[in-house]
Every structure is written in C-alpha cells, then in structure tokens.
C-alpha cells in the first residue's frame, strides 16, 4: 500500500478526484470538484492511499476544511474516507499519519480535525478542544494533535 502526497501536478490527481467523484461517500463529489477546479492553495495537499491501481482511500489537509473562518485553527485534515474493501485495517489511521507528517515538514506544531464522531481520532492521539461552528451552520467537535510527538500532548 502507498500513499500519496499529492498536489495537482501530481500523476495520480485526475484520478483520484475522478474515484472522489464516484465513491459512495457524498462528500467525495465535493471534493472532485475542488480538486478539479483548481480549488487548493500551493500548500495544501491530497493524501490518496494506493494499492497497485485501486484507491483505497484519500483525506486532505487545508487551511479550514469544514471548520468556520471566525475560529484560528490551521491547518485541517478533512475528507477522511477509506473505500468499503480496504477497511479493518488501519488505513485512516496510516493517511492522517501522512498528513500529520507533512503538516510538519512545512512548519505547522499542530494539526486539527473535526468530527461528530465520539472516540474515533482521540485513538489516534488527537485531543478534543470543543464544538465549533462549521460553514454548514451545524456544530462538530474539534480536535488537535502536536506534529513534532503525534500525542496530542503540551
């Protein structure tokens, strides 16, 4: 299994966003279509999970993600989504890692997530702040974790 870190310049981007536009998660459909216009800044990348020519997974990471611009938390890891056959097997976790990796390498000391799920990334190491607004009006809870030690902690 490889994964990617990918810019749109990479050889697998039309690709993965034509997999993001046809897998069973909705989401998917937006983000094929971010990636397809053009819609990342120089920084932020698509980390897409490979195995041979079949994609089993992708998440990204991004100024904002889903989380409202009045709030100071940056960079996110958003569009986490791992398909149906490759799950069971740690794969989410292996992509965030990546993400959590490059985060760093460009000089960010700490990675957030958003989730409305309970126990999910804190078995990861992420630590809840609280809920946050989402430009979509809801709530979601809002979690980070320290690039340098991957804990979550100070």
């Known amino acids: 299994m490889d994964i990617f870190t990918m ?4 050889k697998k981007w039309d690709m993965t966003a034509e997999y993001a536009n046809k897998c069973s998660w909705s989401a998917g459909k937006y983000l094929s279509e971010l ?4 819609m990342f800044k120089e920084w932020e990348r698509v980390f897409a999970a490979y195995e041979n020519d079949s994609i089993a997974g992708f998440c990204t990471l991004t100024e904002k993600d889903e ?13 986490v989504f791992v398909d149906e056959r490759y799950r069971g097997n740690r794969l989410s976790e292996k ?4 993400a959590i990796d490059y985060a760093g390498s460009i000089g960010y000391e700490k990675v957030y ?8 990334y804190e078995k990861y190491g992420f ?3 609280g809920n946050f607004k989402t430009i979509y009006g809801g709530t979601e ?8 030690n991957k804990k979550g902690e100070e």
């Open 113 to 120: 997530i958003m989730s409305g799920e309970t126990g999910l």
């Open 67 to 79: 989380l409202s611009p009045e709030y100071p938390y940056s960079p996110l890891i958003g569009f």
């Open 7 to 10: 810019n749109s310049q990479h």
């Open 127 to 129: 630590r809840y702040i």
């Open 95 to 98: 992509m965030i890692r990546k």
């Open 35 to 38: 990636m397809r216009n053009g």
């Open 141 to 148: 809870q809002l979690f980070y974790i320290n690039t340098h």
